[in-house]
Nanobody
Framework: QVQLVESGGGLVQAGGSLRLSCVAS????????MGWSRQAPGKQREQVAG???????NIADSMKGRFTISKDNAKNTVYLQMNSLKPEDTAVYYC?????????WGQGTQVTVSS
């Protein structure tokens, strides 16, 4: 089973930026899709962004224009660039990878945006 390790979270002021990275233990081109979800305290996990094997990206409506997802197959890494961060973006961000209907998850990285 693939291991996914996220990094890049932290504390940032509103309006700031962070780039999250998710490194997979194997080749990411085998996955149908990879992406990011987040879960804020007391809330359900929600989809943030996804990117297909072919590189097609999707961003949740509330994050369009602020977040960008990309990947580097050579580095087995998926990125989430987050700009113009808001306090409501505070959450644990999880990386995931889908293959043939099976989803693998990382341990998550905390993002805290102060007002």
């Amino acid at each position: 089973q693939v291991q996914l390790v996220e990094s890049g979270g932290g504390l940032v002021q509103a309006g700031g930026s962070l780039r999250l990275s998710c490194v997979a233990s194997g080749n990411i081109f085998i996955f149908d899709a990879m992406g990011w979800s987040r879960q804020a305290p007391g809330k359900q996990r929600e989809q943030v962004a996804g990117i297909s094997n072919g590189g097609t990206a999707n961003i949740a409506d509330s994050m369009k224009g602020r977040f960008t997802i990309s990947k580097d197959n050579a580095k087995n890494t998926v990125y989430l660039q987050m700009n113009s961060l808001k306090p409501e973006d505070t959450a644990v961000y999880y990386c995931y990878a889908n293959r043939r209907g099976v989803t693998s998850w990382g341990q998550g990285t905390q993002v805290t945006v102060s007002s």
